[in-house]
């Protein structure tokens, strides 16, 4: 099995700061892709900042300049790192990754169970 845990989420005043860790662990053979979605109460969970292939990482427009996401593989271990924080920003943040495990011999996506983050104005 594999699992993901998320973890440095909290209050935060709008203008302030967040750094997000979602460490895999488990019976991993190796991690292709890695990133971060959130939902906000009443929306669906839209993607905020991902690793693609060749390593490229892509934001969503809200995010970009505010937001870097970052990664270790040797710790697998992926990071975001958040300012200039917004009331908007208030949302559960979900982190995933792409893992091959030799019990299923695939490919298969995990998820985080997901930090809150809560930006006051």
């Known amino acids: 099995q594999v699992q993901l845990v998320e973890s440095g989420g909290g209050l935060v005043q709008a203008g302030g700061s967040l750094r997000l860790s979602c460490a895999a662990s488990g019976s991993i053979s190796s991690i292709n892709f890695m990133g971060w979605y959130r939902q906000a109460p009443g929306k669906q969970r839209d993607m905020v900042a991902a690793f693609s292939s060749g390593g490229r990482t892509n934001y969503a427009d809200s995010v970009k300049g505010r937001f870097t996401i970052s990664r270790d593989n040797a710790k697998n271990t992926v990071y975001l790192q958040m300012n200039s924080l917004k009331p908007e920003d208030t949302a559960v943040y979900y982190c995933?990754?792409?893992?091959?495990?030799?019990?299923?011999?695939?490919?298969?996506?995990?998820w985080g169970q997901g930090t809150q983050v809560t930006v006051s104005s």
């Open positions: 995933y990754a792409d893992v091959y495990t030799t019990y299923y011999s695939t490919f298969s996506t995990y």
